[in-house]
């Protein structure tokens, strides 16, 4: 019988650490929805309102990649919308990306 009482404390003990670790991703990924909905609405607040406009901004900020212009480039971008310019590109992040798209600019716009 004690055999029997050992098996389900492991069984409950499984199931109660299956149940914690669903509810820490279930909690993660709620986080992050909410992280990129914030980007989102700040990303609207802040950045150009006319397609014509927000090609100039990044055009500006790839031509002159100062760190600041880098980091207003990928700012741009939700975080999944980054990560998929950084693999496009084959670099790590989306600085990087950057930086590639600067190194392939044959001239600098005018202003």
Same mark, same amino acid.
């Given at each position: 019988?004690?055999?029997?009482?050992? $098996?389900? =404390?492991?069984?409950?003990?499984?199931?109660? @650490?299956?149940?914690? /670790?669903? +509810? *820490?991703?279930?909690?993660? %990924?709620?986080?992050?929805?909410?992280?990129?909905?914030?980007?989102?609405?700040?990303?609207?607040?802040?950045?150009?309102?006319?397609?014509?406009?927000?090609? $100039?901004? =990044?055009?500006?900020?790839?031509?002159?990649? @100062?760190?600041?212009? /880098?980091? +207003? *480039?990928?700012?741009?971008? %939700?975080?999944?919308?980054?990560?998929?310019?950084?693999?496009?590109?084959?670099?790590?992040?989306?600085?990087?990306?950057?930086?590639?798209?600067?190194?392939?600019?044959?001239?600098?716009?005018?202003?």
């Amino acid at each position: 019988m004690g055999d029997g009482r050992s $098996a389900r =404390l492991g069984v409950l003990l499984v199931g109660s @650490t299956i149940m914690l /670790v669903v +509810d *820490a991703a279930d909690r993660a %990924a709620e986080s992050q929805a909410q992280l990129d909905q914030a980007h989102d609405e700040a990303a609207a607040r802040i950045l150009p309102h006319t397609p014509g406009a927000m090609v $100039a901004f =990044l055009t500006e900020r790839i031509a002159w990649p @100062t760190p600041n212009a /880098v980091a +207003d *480039a990928c700012f741009v971008f %939700a975080p999944a919308a980054q990560r998929q310019l950084a693999d496009a590109l084959h670099g790590p992040d989306c600085p990087a990306a950057i930086r590639a798209l600067a190194a392939r600019s044959p001239t600098r716009p005018t202003t």
